[in-house]
């Protein structure tokens, strides 16, 4: 059973915009704390924006300011609005709950790449 499917990525010139969408199963959305986390060639998966179900939401001093995340509850939809691209914003994107151990249960999705060129 697919836990996490992402959408949304593409190429986009610096300055763009792209949404991003995530699905999640209902054992990995019951969780309070979602997050989008980007992974680019050669670096270590960073975490991004955090959406706690109270909707307080945190972010990476590197995305402040230019990415939003929001949820709908309901649809079990975890959702990452980016703004003002810049090339260094080029990776492959990933929602998942905060939790370690809800990651190492069911793993992650297969990531939905964003490409932005100068």
């Known amino acids: 059973q697919v836990q996490l499917v ?3 990525g ?3 010139q610096a300055g763009g915009s792209l949404r991003l969408s995530c699905a999640a199963s ?3 959305f019951s969780i309070d ?3 989008w986390y980007r992974q680019a060639p050669g670096k270590p998966r960073e975490l991004v924006a955090v959406s ?4 307080t939401t945190n972010y990476a001093d590197s995305v402040k300011g230019r ?4 949820r709908d509850n309901a649809k ?3 959702y990452l609005q980016m703004n003002s691209l810049k090339p260094e914003d080029t990776a492959v994107y990933y929602c998942n709950a ?3 151990v809800i990651q190492n249960t069911y793993g992650w999705g297969q990531g939905t790449q964003v490409n932005v060129s100068s």
């Open 98 to 100: 905060i939790s370690p």
């Open 76 to 78: 079990r939809m975890l």
């Open 52 to 55: 706690i179900s109270d909707d």
């Open 6 to 8: 992402e959408s949304g």
């Open 26 to 28: 209902p054992s990995i």
């Open 33 to 35: 704390a979602m997050g």
């Open 67 to 70: 990415f939003s995340i929001s």
């Open 10 to 12: 593409g190429l986009v």
